[in-house]
């Protein structure tokens, strides 16, 4: 257990010395700016036994968005349906309503494996909540972490366009609802994403064995995983 541990925390400092910064990996102005200020700043991050490469392959999916919400569904959902279903304007761009009938907008800022170990996924969302109007930089990002599978994080870079909300005693409310959406953001994503990569994984699988030269006998001849 305590190897364990000490690989854990060695791959953990390793992560950090070649994963990029939000701001080295996005050129979207406005994105930038919010970046430079002084935001209420969250992360949180583990290690999950998922294959680099499946993620990648998961990540890079053209119909993301659609593919995990079919996914949060099938393993989330308790009624079958999605809560606020995420609807596309555009290339990358995308908004959702909430309960309370307020919309909020998501632009995706950067998604591509970023290095030999690294894959990013940052986009912006901009909305209005009971503080105000707010701006929030949300990076995704999976580190290869060889045998123990990938470092899976999350930062939130979260900047209240209030100033009376930015320099009153309601940061703390503010900095909380930021840290609870932090944590149901990482589980969610988290969740979904396990799921996308172990239905990838079932499809690379079955792809093989259908690949798979036969024998004299005429049975398929399964390679070694």
């Known amino acids: 257990m305590k190897r364990l541990l000490f690989q854990i925390v060695a791959i953990l400092i390793a992560s950090g010395a070649f994963a990029k910064g939000t701001a080295e ?5 406005v994105a930038l700016e919010v970046l430079q200020k002084k935001c209420i700043r969250l992360g949180t991050s583990e290690v999950l036994p998922i294959k680099f490469k499946t993620a990648c392959t ?10 995990m919400q079919d996914e949060f569904v099938r393993s989330i959902s308790n009624n079958g349906e999605v809560d606020f279903p995420i609807i596309g304007k555009g290339p990358g761009e995308y908004y959702y309503v909430n309960e309370k009938g307020l919309r909020t907008d998501i632009s995706e800022l ?8 690294s894959f990013d996924y940052i986009v912006m969302a901009s909305g209005k909540r009971f503080f105000g109007k707010y701006d929030v930089v949300i990076h995704l990002q999976v580190v290869d972490a060889g045998p123990a599978g ?7 870079h979260a900047w209240p366009h209030s100033w009376l909300t930015r320099s009153s005693h309601k940061i703390g409310l503010t900095r909380s609802f930021f840290r609870k959406k932090m944590k149901l953001i990482s589980w969610v994503a988290r969740e979904v994403g396990s799921g996308l990569c172990e239905q990838e994984e079932i499809r690379v699988r079955l792809t093989r064995e259908t690949a798979a030269p036969l024998s004299a006998d005429n049975q398929a001849i399964v390679p070694s995983p």
């Open 25 to 29: 990996l996005v050129s979207n102005p």
């Open 150 to 156: 990938i470092v899976y994080s999350v930062k939130v």
């Open 110 to 117: 950067y998604r591509k494996q970023t290095d030999e170990f």
């Open 58 to 67: 998961v990540l890079e999916n053209n119909d993301l968005i659609h593919a």
